[in-house]
């Protein structure tokens, strides 16, 4: 048993250097059936080796992949994305600004603040993240509706029902029966986005479609309809969007 198979048996990873530099970690895999190369979130590359590869083989396969590799980690570098673990002192985006999560108040009622707004939380210990996305969502509810309601009122749209979800993939979606259903992670977002999505959705209830007539009506309620858009094709992955 040469090391390399010892290594693999033992489910090691083995760290090598592509010619471009960067880290791979090398994990054999009795299931794949093809040498795979994936980027993972935190920027680790990995390199399957399915049952009957080789290291070898793995290493070849990453070196002729080399350049989707480079490409794909200049993507990631450019996609901001939004710390896993909410302690005090980690920024977190809300209302469209990164704010410092503050401790308020310790003893027997923890509280940390986000600018201007102060949050209960059961302590300091372990990750402050579902409790806060808790609240932002708590928070949604009240205002999107209430923020809807009021856009719906200005266009002259009908809407039936205002729904906030906990959507992964996409800020808001509507149905003809004049439903809209909004990502409650918009109470993230700058005020400016979070209007143009409800306006987005207003206009389906007229035009239920993208097409030229849909973008002239977005245009007219909601000039800066571009910026929004720009603004969350930078910063949605900070919202894992
Ligand atoms: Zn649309």
Redesign the pocket.
């Known amino acids: 048993m040469n090391p390399d198979d010892q290594q693999d048996l033992l489910g090691l990873m083995d760290a090598a250097q592509t010619p471009a530099g960067a880290d791979i970690v090398f994990q054999r895999s009795a299931k794949a059936r093809h040498y795979r190369l994936t980027l993972r979130r935190d920027g680790t590359a990995v390199a399957t080796i399915p049952l009957r590869g080789s290291q070898r083989g793995a290493e070849q396969f990453v070196a002729q992949h080399a350049e989707w590799l480079e490409r794909a980690r200049s993507r990631q570098a450019v996609r901001p994305r939004a710390a896993e673990v909410w302690v005090p002192g980690t920024h977190v985006l809300w209302r469209g600004e990164m704010c410092e999560i503050r401790v308020a108040s310790a003893g027997e009622r923890p509280q940390v603040c986000l600018a201007a707004d102060v949050f209960r939380v059961p302590g300091f210990e372990g990750d402050l993240r579902p409790t806060l996305e808790a609240h932002f969502a708590r928070r949604a509810k009240i205002e999107l509706p209430a923020r809807t309601w009021e856009l719906a009122a200005l266009t002259g749209v009908e809407v039936k029902l205002v729904a906030v979800r906990n959507q992964r993939s996409r800020w ?2 509507c149905s003809a029966n004049g439903t809209i259903s909004l990502n409650w992670r918009l109470v993230q977002t700058p005020d400016f986005v979070r209007d143009y999505i409800i306006y ?2 207003l ?2 209830l007229r035009e239920m479609n ?1 097409s030229e007539r ?1 973008w002239a009506r977005v245009e007219e309620v909601c000039p800066d309809w571009r910026s929004a858009e720009r603004w969350l094709k930078r910063n949605g992955s900070l919202l894992g969007l």
């Open positions: 808001g979606s987005h959705e206009m389906h993208h849909f």
